[in-house]
């Protein structure tokens, strides 16, 4: 590899980190070594699948001993872990993935498609607990709603709306 090739990489990354307000404090030739030894200088570069130099908890400056290669996924990975993210990059994540499909949640790998899960939302909302129920007054006794009335008496829910909205025979809402 010639030398030349080492040097302009180590002055764009010497200034790239200055302009992050960081120090290169490694000499051309410990940063090669660095670089040498990984045995990936080959696929440094830019994209996620490709390989840079990395500081220990992305902290400190870049110094024998504070850096490793490893990959740009990685790197930008660990670096983001525990911060919110900016309205802004919510923004442009919502717009990257809008319209595509979803295979951690289709069919029934989403639960709220699985029967039992179904069961139980069912259970939980039907009848009397429905946020639209209405209580159901008939000559045969008081109802959470016209579900169970239909249950209870076997008659069908139809009917029982039918004469509670027209006051039939003693039925009405409460």
Same mark, same amino acid.
């Given at each position: =590899?010639?030398?030349?090739?080492?040097?302009?990489?180590?002055?764009?990354?010497?200034?790239?980190?200055? *302009?992050?307000?960081?120090? =290169?404090?490694?000499?051309?030739?410990?940063?090669?070594?660095?670089?040498?030894?990984?045995?990936?200088? @080959? *696929?440094?570069?830019?994209?996620?699948?490709?390989?840079?130099?990395?500081?220990?908890?992305?902290?400190?400056?870049?110094?024998?001993?504070?850096?490793?290669?490893?990959?740009? /996924?990685?790197?930008?990975?660990?670096?983001?872990?525990?911060?919110?993210? !900016? @309205?802004?990059?919510?923004?442009?994540? !919502?717009?990257?993935?809008?319209?595509?499909?979803?295979?951690?949640?289709?069919?029934?790998?989403?639960? =709220?498609?699985?029967?039992?899960?179904?069961?139980?939302? !069912?259970? /939980?909302?039907?009848?009397?607990?429905?946020?639209?129920?209405?209580?159901?007054?008939?000559?045969?006794?008081?109802?959470?709603?016209?579900?169970?009335?239909?249950?209870?008496?076997?008659?069908?829910?139809?009917?029982? *709306?039918?004469?509670?909205?027209?006051?039939?025979?003693?039925?009405?809402?409460?």
């Amino acid at each position: =590899m010639a030398r030349c090739e080492y040097r302009k990489a180590y002055a764009q990354q010497k200034s790239n980190a200055k *302009q992050r307000g960081l120090e =290169m404090r490694m000499s051309l030739d410990e940063w090669k070594d660095v670089w040498v030894q990984s045995g990936v200088w @080959d *696929q440094r570069g830019r994209g996620a699948d490709k390989y840079c130099m990395c500081r220990n908890n992305d902290e400190g400056h870049y110094e024998v001993g504070n850096v490793f290669i490893g990959l740009n /996924a990685d790197n930008v990975s660990a670096g983001n872990l525990g911060r919110p993210d !900016s @309205d802004e990059t919510k923004a442009k994540k !919502s717009l990257a993935i809008r319209g595509r499909k979803r295979p951690d949640v289709a069919g029934l790998m989403n639960p =709220m498609h699985r029967p039992d899960v179904k069961d139980k939302i !069912s259970l /939980a909302i039907g009848g009397s607990n429905n946020y639209k129920a209405k209580r159901v007054l008939s000559p045969f006794g008081k109802y959470g709603s016209t579900t169970e009335a239909a249950k209870d008496l076997d008659i069908p829910a139809g009917t029982i *709306q039918w004469r509670c909205r027209h006051n039939k025979l003693g039925w009405s809402y409460a």
